[in-house]
C-alpha cells in the first residue's frame, strides 16, 4: 500500500519528471491499478487533445470579422456618410445624365487605402484618425481652416439632407442603364484595387474608351463637377476626409469643382 | 507565422498606428484566437465574438505590449482573458434570466474509443469543465503552451497551472467515460 500521489503520476504522464523521481513513478505505475488508471486516463486524454483537429474560420466569417474589427475601431464618421449624401443631393439627377452620358457611373464609399497610412484608436474605438501618403500621389494635408470650412459647408448643406431621398437617387442611378456599386467599407489596397479593376473592367465592356489610364485617390473635401465628362467616379473616404477617385479615359479629362478644401486637387489627367 | 521578432516589429508599428501592422498581426494570429475561443466558449457564433473582441483589444491596447512576452503569449493572455469574461457576463446573465431548455449531449452515453480517435463529444466535455480549468487544459494540450507560458498566460503560478491541467484531465477522463479500462481492469486503493 502506498499514498497514491496523483498528481506525481499525472507529471509523469506529461513527461514533467526526470532521475528518481521518475523512476518511482514508474514504478507505482506498473505496480498499482489506481496509479495506471490514473496514468492511463492522463496520457489518453492528453493525446485526444492533441490529436483534436484545430476550428478553422470559413472564409466568410473572416472576411466579416476583418469588416466587423476595422468597422468598430474606424466606424465611418457621420460627416462621411452626410458628405457622401451631400454629394448625392448636390449631383444625384445630373449624376444620372452623367451616367448616361458615359455609360458608368459608379458611386461608392470607400473606408480607407493601402499604402503607407496609419491610424490612432482611441480608447473605446470611438475616436478614429488617419493620415495617408500613397508613393504615387501627393496628399496635400488638409489645415485646420480648410477642415473648418468644410465642417461649415456640410453643416450648412446638411439642411439639403432632409430633402434628399436616398433611396429615389439610387433608384434612379439603378434604374438607368448604368450600375451603380455600393462600394462599402474597404480597409486595404488591396480591396481599393479589386474595385478599380472592376470599374476597369466595366469601362471595357460599355464604352468604347479601351483604357482607363489612372485612378487617382486623394484626400480632402471635393465635390466633383457634374457638368464634367468623367468617366467614372469613386465617392471615398479616405482618411478622416472624403475623398474621389477619378478614373480618365483616353478621351475624357476630369474636370473637378471643389467645394471645399482648395489644395485638393487631382494629380492627373 | 511562428517569427517573435516579426511579430514584436509589428506591434511597435501597430502602436503608433500602422494599420497595415494591424492586418499582418490578423493574418497571422486570427485562426490561434479562434481555435482558443472555439474551446472556450459554448458555440461558433460566441467564439467569433470573442475572436473579434480579442483584436479589439489589441488594437486599443496594443501599445501597452512591453516586448518582454512574446506576442504569442500576449495575444493568447488576451484572447483567453476576453473568452472567461464573457463567459463570466453569459453566466451572469443566464442567472438573472429563466431557465432556458437545451439537451446537453449525455457523457455517459460515451463509447469506449481509440485515444487517437477525436470524439464528436470532446468540445462537450471542455465546456463541462470549470472554466479555469478548461482554459489550463486547451492552452496546454489542445495548443501544446509550456506551463511556463500558460503560468505567464493565466497569471498564476506553474503549480497551479499544473494542478489544473491535471484535474481538467481526470474530470475529461469522467466525462468521457471509459478510457482507462479496455481490459476491464478495476481501480483499488492497493498497490
Same mark, same amino acid.
Given at each position: 500500500m502506498h499514498d497514491h500521489d496523483l498528481d506525481l503520476i499525472a507529471e509523469f504522464a506529461s513527461g514533467f519528471l526526470t532521475g528518481a523521481d521518475e523512476s518511482r513513478a514508474a514504478e507505482f505505475v506498473r505496480s498499482c491499478d489506481r496509479c495506471a488508471a490514473e496514468f492511463e486516463d492522463q496520457t489518453n486524454i492528453r493525446s485526444l487533445l492533441a490529436a483534436a483537429p484545430a476550428p478553422a474560420l470559413s472564409e466568410f466569417e473572416r472576411t466579416s470579422l476583418r469588416r466587423s474589427v476595422f468597422d468598430t475601431v474606424a466606424p465611418p464618421p457621420r460627416a462621411r456618410m452626410n458628405w457622401q449624401r451631400r454629394f448625392l443631393a448636390v449631383t444625384g439627377v445630373a449624376a444620372a445624365v452623367l451616367v448616361t452620358a458615359v455609360g458608368v457611373g459608379v458611386v461608392g464609399q470607400l473606408g480607407g487605402s493601402g499604402g503607407d497610412d496609419s491610424f490612432t484608436v482611441a480608447d473605446g474605438g470611438e475616436s478614429f484618425a488617419t493620415t495617408t501618403a500613397a508613393s504615387d500621389m501627393r496628399v496635400p494635408p488638409a489645415d485646420s481652416d480648410d477642415a473648418a470650412e468644410a465642417d461649415e459647408e456640410i453643416g450648412a448643406l446638411a439642411a439639403d439632407e432632409e430633402t434628399v431621398d436616398d433611396g429615389a437617387v439610387a433608384e434612379s442611378a439603378a434604374s438607368s442603364p448604368n450600375l451603380l456599386i455600393d &462600394?462599402? @467599407?474597404?480597409?486595404?489596397q488591396d480591396e481599393l484595387d479589386s474595385l478599380l479593376a472592376e470599374i476597369t473592367a466595366l469601362v471595357a465592356d460599355t464604352?468604347?474608351?479601351? &483604357?482607363? @489610364?489612372d485612378a487617382v485617390a486623394f484626400g480632402a473635401t471635393c465635390a466633383v463637377d457634374?457638368?464634367?465628362?468623367?468617366l467614372a467616379v469613386v465617392i471615398a473616404t479616405i482618411d478622416d476626409s472624403p475623398a474621389q477617385v477619378f478614373l480618365s479615359g483616353d478621351r475624357l479629362e476630369p474636370s473637378v469643382t471643389f467645394l471645399a478644401g482648395a489644395d485638393c486637387a487631382p494629380l492627373s489627367s | 507565422m511562428n517569427d517573435p521578432d516579426r511579430d514584436r516589429d509589428l506591434m511597435a508599428r501597430a502602436a503608433s498606428g500602422d494599420r497595415a501592422a494591424f492586418t499582418e498581426l490578423m493574418d497571422r494570429h486570427e485562426d490561434m484566437v479562434f481555435a482558443v475561443a472555439m474551446r472556450m466558449m459554448r458555440d461558433r457564433e460566441a467564439a467569433l465574438d470573442a475572436t473579434q473582441e480579442t483584436f479589439l483589444t489589441l488594437f486599443r491596447k496594443?501599445?501597452?505590449?512591453?516586448?518582454?512576452?512574446?506576442v504569442s503569449t500576449w495575444l493568447y493572455r488576451v484572447a483567453t482573458n476576453t473568452c472567461l469574461d464573457l463567459l463570466r457576463k453569459h453566466k451572469r446573465r443566464r442567472t438573472e434570466a429563466p431557465p432556458e431548455h437545451h439537451d446537453e449531449p449525455d457523457p455517459s452515453a460515451a463509447e469506449p474509443f481509440s485515444a487517437v480517435e477525436v470524439r464528436p463529444d470532446i468540445d462537450a466535455a471542455l465546456r463541462s469543465l470549470p472554466e479555469d480549468f478548461r482554459a489550463a487544459v486547451v492552452l496546454s494540450?489542445?495548443?501544446?503552451?509550456a506551463i511556463a507560458e500558460i503560468s505567464q498566460i493565466l497569471e498564476v503560478p506553474s503549480g497551479t497551472v499544473k494542478s489544473r491541467v491535471f484535474r481538467g484531465r481526470r474530470m475529461l477522463a469522467e466525462k468521457l467515460?471509459?478510457?482507462?479500462d479496455p481490459s476491464g481492469r478495476q481501480r483499488t486503493d492497493d498497490a
Open positions: &462600394a462599402g @467599407e474597404f480597409a486595404t464604352t468604347d474608351v479601351v &483604357a482607363v @489610364e457634374v457638368e464634367s465628362q468623367l | 496594443a501599445d501597452r505590449y512591453s516586448g518582454e512576452a512574446a494540450d489542445i495548443h501544446g503552451l467515460g471509459n478510457l482507462h
